[in-house]
C-alpha cells in the first residue's frame, strides 16, 4: 500500500463494529470508515464530537493497527473528568462519529527504513508504536526492540497480544518496565525508565536503525536525552508526546 501521508481534513462519519477493553481504563474500538484510503502504522486521526447545542470538541487519537480497507481501529485512555474518552469509551456497535485523517507523515514506519527498529513507549504512547508492530507483521523487515513503561501490570495495553509475539516472534524483544508496581517475577524494581533501561543490546550502527518515542512530554523529553547519551544520533530517533487531554 502505498498511503498519502499528507493530512486528508475531509471529515467523514465513521461506524462503530466493536469495541472491548484493553485495561480497566482503556478501550480499544474498532470502526469502518467508507472510502478509507489507507493509512501508515504511527499515523492518527482527529475525532470530533458535536453538542446539541453546536458546542464542539475534537481530540487526536493514534490509530493501533495497520491498514485493512475500510476498517480502522484506536484504543482511548479514560480520563477522569474528561469531555471526550468517557464518550467514546461508551461507544457501542452501530453508533457513528466524525473522523478526519489519515495525519502524520513524519512518525511512521515504512519496512523498507530500517534493518533495526527501537519502540519506547510510555502508557498509551504504545498505541501508535503496536500498529508498527502488526505492521511488521504483516510485512516483514526489520529486527524489533519494544521497551514499554506502565505503572504496573495492570497497565499493559495488549498483554495477551505482546506475550505472544514476543514468544513466537524471534525479530523481536520486549522489555516490560513498571514504575509503582512490579510483576512478581520481574527482577526489576518499580521506576522510571532509566539510563540502563534504554542501553542498546549491541554496537549502534551509524545507519539503517530507527527509533520511535512515544508518550506523555516528560517521558518522550527524558527518554530521547538517555538515548542521544548511548549514542544513537538524533536525526534516528523520531518522537511523538501528548499532554493532559480528555
Given at each position: 500500500?502505498d498511503a ?28 469502518i ?20 447545542d ?69 502508557g ?34 495488549y ?18 518496565l ?27 550502527p ?13 517521558f ?6 538517555k ?20
Amino acid at each position: 500500500m502505498d498511503a498519502d501521508v499528507r493530512p486528508k481534513l475531509q471529515w467523514r462519519v465513521a461506524q462503530v463494529v466493536n469495541s472491548h477493553p484493553e485495561t480497566d481504563s482503556a478501550q480499544t474500538i474498532g470502526l469502518i470508515v467508507p472510502g478509507w484510503g489507507g493509512h501508515l502504522a504511527g499515523q492518527h486521526i482527529d475525532l470530533k464530537l458535536t453538542a446539541e447545542d453546536g458546542y464542539s470538541a475534537q481530540r487526536s487519537y493514534s490509530l493501533s493497527r495497520p491498514a485493512d480497507g475500510e476498517r480502522i481501529e484506536l484504543t482511548v485512555q479514560r480520563v477522569a473528568d474528561g469531555e471526550v474518552s468517557p464518550y467514546l469509551i461508551g461507544l457501542a456497535a452501530g453508533d457513528e462519529i466524525e473522523l478526519r485523517g489519515p495525519i502524520g507523515g513524519w512518525f511512521v514506519w515504512r519496512p523498507d527504513e530500517a534493518a533495526q527498529v527501537l519502540l519506547v513507549g510510555g502508557g498509551s504512547g504504545i498505541v501508535p508504536l503496536m500498529a508498527m508492530l502488526r505492521q511488521r507483521v504483516v510485512a516483514g523487515g526489520a529486527d524489533f526492540r519494544l521497551v514499554y513503561s506502565v505503572r504496573s501490570p495492570a497497565d499493559v495495553y495488549y498483554a495477551d497480544e505482546l506475550g505472544r509475539l514476543e514468544r513466537e516472534c524471534d525479530w523481536l524483544s520486549v522489555a516490560l518496565l513498571y514504575t509503582r508496581a512490579a510483576a512478581a517475577d520481574t527482577a526489576r524494581p518499580p521506576g522510571r525508565v532509566g539510563y540502563a533501561d534504554l542501553a542498546p543490546a549491541g554496537s549502534i550502527p551509524d545507519r539503517g536503525i530507527c527509533v520511535y518515542v512515544c508518550g506523555p512530554t516528560g517521558f518522550v523529553e527524558s527518554a530521547t536525552a538517555k538515548l542521544i547519551a548511548h549514542g544513537y544520533r538524533p536525526s534516528a530517533i523520531r518522537t511523538e508526546r501528548f499532554g493532559p487531554s480528555n
